[in-house]
């Protein structure tokens, strides 16, 4: 993987699970690159945290391994800085540097990117250089291209998808094998989808990363990472599965946004999605994303979004983009960078069905009181039903509503848990 005088000469920032890919793709279809670019695509300088870490890199691969970042941005042979470290400020600093040494640079960072990209957009913008993200939303997934080129003259109403791998794998082995939670992470840890923190995963923060990127390129706008309305898997049961599974639906961590008259409601959070969706039957590590353009029609995309050869391919077809670009790199895909800020519509003010879980006392009245709370905030039920495997001392109801407005879910939810029977916090998620 040498370099020689014409290759497109990469500095690589992070040799882990991405970066390890992005090696073994250069090593493995290094000629086809070379045929569709004209030139071949080295890598020259590898920057890792820790150098006496044994490596799986070709013994006459030629790569230099530091701990230095400046033998990266500073070298005057490296054209494209490629950061796959992780984390905020390390990588900031560099992609910073990067730009100010004039490279263009590639990242999987979506962390970064949603919560302070801002900044290192705009001098992205100032250099005329390339901040190229693919990588960053749904792994190998062509999601970022597709809405930036493929779709540009669309109006997008409305964006779904399952981004998030390592919670659509617990979620789908907790559904095919029952397993327990804590064993499907376990194993979605060991094949490499998870983050550095898999909370990030579990509790849906990396995938309302991803959202705030796709909300940037779907509708031009800056959606404040903290106004996202998010919530993760780990309220979701075996049991509730199973039940959905009775009533025709399958759980997913759907992230979403809506326009509405120019506002935009948007979140990550548990749904039931009924078995004849496609999204029902994202299994594994799948993402998908679902685009529904004014013009174009639904359009779908679906693939593996995280691990080492998907992700890095995302990578390496930035690097490539980048490589042809006769003109200056368009980042954000709109013509100004300066993104103004989203106008937003409230989480509570969304309206949507719902599926209640309620554990109770076994006992008279319970049905007809949560009933009454339910119709005391202006909730209409479609189906219920009371699981007759009661555990210890209690038994769960589960309820299928009609559309609702999530402030008066919330209102009745905290008015049901206040009653007496109730032995476990209720559980509500909505139905796609
Ligand atoms: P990883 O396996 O933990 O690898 C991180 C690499 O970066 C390691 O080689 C580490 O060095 C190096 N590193 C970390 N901090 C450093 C620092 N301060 N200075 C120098 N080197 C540093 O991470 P990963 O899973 O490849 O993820 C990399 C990025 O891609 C993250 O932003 C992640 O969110 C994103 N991403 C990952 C996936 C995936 O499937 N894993 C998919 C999409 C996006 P050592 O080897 O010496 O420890
Ligand atoms: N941890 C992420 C996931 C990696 O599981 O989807 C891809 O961004």
């Known amino acids: ?17 991405v970066g390890g890919g992005l090696a073994s793709i250069l090593q493995k279809n290094g000629n086809w ?16 945290r820790d150098p006496s870490k044994k490596r799986n ?22 054209d494209i800085v490629v950061e796959l470290m992780g984390g905020i400020d390390a990588p900031k600093n560099l992609i910073a540097r990067a730009l100010n040494a004039g490279k263009h640079v590639v990242t999987a960072n979506k962390a ?8 290192l957009f705009q001098l992205a913008s100032e250099k005329g250089l390339g901040l190229y993200f693919e990588a960053s939303v749904a ?3 062509p999601i970022v291209q597709t809405i930036k080129e493929s779709l540009a003259c669309n109006r997008i109403p409305r964006l779904l998808g399952i981004l998030n791998g390592t919670a659509n794998f617990v979620l789908s082995q907790m559904t095919t094998q029952s397993v327990e939670f804590g064993e499907a992470l376990a194993e979605a840890q060991r094949l490499g989808y998870a983050e550095a923190d898999p909370s990030l995963d579990i509790d849906g923060g990396d995938a309302a990363h991803k959202l705030c990127l796709l909300i940037r390129l779907a509708y031009g706008v800056h959606f404040p990472y903290e106004k996202l309305h998010v919530q993760g898997i780990r309220a979701v049961t ?55 353009g004014d013009c174009v029609g639904s359009v779908m995309l679906h693939g593996q979004g995280a691990g080492a050869l998907p992700t890095a391919s995302a990578v390496l077809a930035d690097i490539m983009a980048l490589a042809r670009a006769n003109r200056a790199p368009d980042n954000t895909g709109f013509a100004d960078w300066r993104l103004p800020e989203a106008s937003v519509i409230n989480h509570e003010d969304a309206r949507a069905e719902h599926y209640f879980r309620f554990t109770v006392d076994d006992r008279p009245g319970v049905m007809a009181a949560i009933a009454q709370a339910m119709a005391d905030n202006n909730i209409s039920i479609a189906q219920a039903v009371q699981k007759g495997e009661a555990m210890e001392r209690c038994v769960p109801i589960v ?8 402030s008066d879910v919330d209102r009745a939810v905290r008015a049901i848990d206040a009653m007496e029977f109730i032995q476990e916090p209720t559980v509500a998620f909505r139905i796609l």
């Open 57 to 78: 890199l070709a013994q006459d691969s030629g790569i230099r391994i530091t701990t230095d970042p400046s033998d990266i941005v500073d070298d005057p042979d490296i």
């Open 33 to 48: 690159v070379e045929n569709r670019l004209g030139r071949p695509v080295s890598i020259k300088t590898v920057l890792v």
């Open 112 to 119: 970064l990117l949603a919560e302070q990209g801002e900044e």
């Open 399 to 406: 309820f299928l509503t009609h559309e609702s407005s999530i």
């Open 238 to 292: 075996r049991q509730d599965i199973a039940v959905a599974r009775e009533f025709g639906y399958r759980i997913k961590l759907i992230a979403q946004v809506n326009e509405v008259d120019g506002r935009l409601e948007a979140g990550v959070l548990p749904a039931l999605v009924h078995h004849t969706y496609l999204l029902a039957r994202v299994g594994g590590n799948y993402n998908a994303v679902r685009v529904e």
């Open 139 to 141: 792994g190998g997934v």
């Open 1 to 17: 993987m040498g370099g020689n005088m014409n290759s497109l000469r990469i500095g690589l920032a992070g040799l882990g699970t």
